[in-house]
């Protein structure tokens, strides 16, 4: 009777050890399970995800951070959006800047970058958390991405009036090491000619304010980016012909990948 007592105690410490060890082992499989999907999770969150707006408004998101693009047409717009950390503005004009959206927009913790014209005219009752003056040539890094004011400006003697050297910024975007260029209004520049190593360019085409459809497909052949999208391109008589613009490139070249969104929605 005593031996059974015994053996029946051996077997139940047993039991007990292996049920313990089992659960360890669970906890030990839900931890590592749960650590792979943050990591999965923040992989995803790290995808750069491009979300255009209208003609020249887009949010670049990457991980946490929105990065707001010449932000008009009204906060409504944004709805699904977190608040921006970043805004950048290209030029003075009314579809690239514009402050109705801006004040109604919360930038009381977001840098707001653009050259001087831009900055010298923000009202007083415009609250930003921080704002940052780059002109042609200046560059600052925030939250790891680096920023590179390049130059815009027309070409053609009847457009001048647009858009005159050194007021408005083109930039070029670096994030997790991908360079993205942002044309603003600008024509076929030797400095976009002359561009290297672009992975994603957004390029206008409008009249009679920025280039034509041709002059935009000769300066994107030469300066050879992975991706070109057309963006800004509605000019007084209607719609620059991007199906054709994405035919030239295409017929020119199989290694820039043409890719079309729809920022102009009815």
């Known amino acids: 009777m005593k031996y059974y007592l015994l053996l029946l105690f051996s077997l139940s410490l047993t039991v007990f050890s292996c049920k313990n060890e089992s659960k360890d082992r669970s906890i030990n499989a839900l931890e590592t399970s749960v ?11 790290k995808t750069l995800r491009i979300n255009p707006i209208s003609h020249a408004t887009m949010v670049l998101s990457y991980g946490k951070d929105d990065i707001y693009v010449d932000p008009t047409g009204g906060p409504e717009v944004f709805e699904g959006f977190s608040v921006p950390e970043i805004v950048i503005i290209t030029d003075i004009h009314g579809d690239h800047m514009d402050f109705e959206t801006l004040k109604a927009l919360d930038l009381s ?6 050259p001087k014209a831009v900055v010298d005219q923000f009202p007083e009752d415009l ?6 003056t780059l002109n042609n040539g200046d560059s600052i890094t925030i939250n790891g991405h680096l920023f590179e004011a390049i130059p815009m400006y027309n070409l ?8 005159s050297k050194g007021r408005g910024n083109g930039y070029i975007l670096t994030i997790d090491g991908e360079r993205i260029y942002i044309s603003g209004d600008t024509e076929d520049i030797p400095e976009m000619r002359a561009l ?8 206008c085409m409008n009249l009679p304010y920025t280039m034509t459809v041709k002059s935009a497909v000769s300066a994107v052949l030469e300066f050879k ?10 000019g007084t ?5 991007v199906e054709n613009f994405k035919k030239l490139v295409n017929q020119a070249s199989q290694d820039i990948e043409v890719v079309q969104l729809n920022w102009y929605k009815k």
């Open 225 to 234: 980016p992975k991706q070109i999208y057309p963006y800004h391109y509605r």
């Open 237 to 241: 008589d209607g719609f620059s012909d």
């Open 156 to 163: 053609r003697e009847e457009a001048l009036k647009y858009h």
């Open 35 to 45: 650590g792979g999907l943050v990591t999965e999770t923040s992989s995803a969150e």
């Open 127 to 132: 609250k930003i958390g921080t704002s940052v």
């Open 196 to 203: 290297k190593n672009i992975d994603k360019a957004f390029v």
């Open 109 to 114: 913790n977001a840098t707001v970058i653009g």
